[in-house]
């Protein structure tokens, strides 16, 4: 989520019937099996992204960042730092746009250059997956799929855009954590230590009651 505290707007609703491809549906669920993919938007961070990276290293769990361009120009050894921990590395647009109502051609600019910019910190990075700011997709889960990444949507949204408090941010996600369940959390945008602090309680809790954590299949099935 961007810095500016706001209530997540729903994916737009698909086109209806055509004459073309069916539309791209962004991925929620990455299985049926009992494991967790734990997704962080709108880093890196320079406080909250290396407590977190510390945490997840800590328990032997790898995550996906979806890191924004500007900030990636900011702090290009947070992202070095994310992808040598093993972790990888989403596409999150270049300024936390809403791209809802955008063109292709304009769509694929933004990631194009947010991908150029992820490579220039992290030579030959991967950038398997795509997230839209605001979950405002219009054509960005085609565009974004026709360049490599795979549209990456979720399941689990704690809410922590509107800190409710780390007990609280706990809670969501012990009780909301499903097979597969894609969870949005963040590490930037904003004051993060609640989610940092919720997930370093969460990750053990969810471990000692035989969860899993993992990564979703990228667009080319690696």
């Known amino acids: 989520m961007s810095s500016i505290t706001q ?6 609703a698909a086109p209806g019937p055509g004459t073309g491809p069916p539309p791209v549906r ?8 009992r494991a967790v993919c734990l997704t962080f938007d709108d880093g890196p961070h320079p406080e909250h992204t290396p407590h977190l990276l510390d945490i997840l290293a800590a328990h032997h769990v790898r995550a996906v ?9 900011e702090h290009p050894d947070l992202v070095r730092r994310i992808a040598a921990a093993g972790h990888a590395l989403g596409n999150h647009s270049m300024h936390h746009d809403d791209m809802a109502s955008w063109t292709a051609g304009r ?12 490579r220039h910190a992290v030579p ?3 950038v398997p997956y795509f997230r839209a700011p605001y979950g405002a997709w219009g054509q960005t889960p085609g565009v974004a799929t026709a360049l490599g990444m795979r549209p990456m949507g979720w399941r689990l949204a704690v809410t922590d855009w509107e800190p409710p408090g780390t007990d609280e941010l706990l809670r969501r996600l012990i009780e909301g954590v499903a097979p597969g369940a894609v969870v949005l959390l963040h590490d930037g945008g904003g004051d993060r230590s609640q989610t940092v602090d919720a997930v370093d309680r969460a990750i053990p809790t969810l471990l000692a009651d035989g969860w899993r954590f993992a990564l979703p299949a990228s667009a080319d099935g690696r």
């Open 124 to 126: 030959h990075a991967r």
């Open 7 to 12: 209530p997540l707007r729903p994916p737009r």
């Open 65 to 73: 960042f979806f890191v924004q361009g500007d900030r990636v120009i």
């Open 26 to 33: 962004p991925t929620e669920v990455i299985g049926t099996e």
């Open 107 to 118: 769509i694929a600019s933004d990631l194009l250059e947010t991908n150029a910019v992820i």
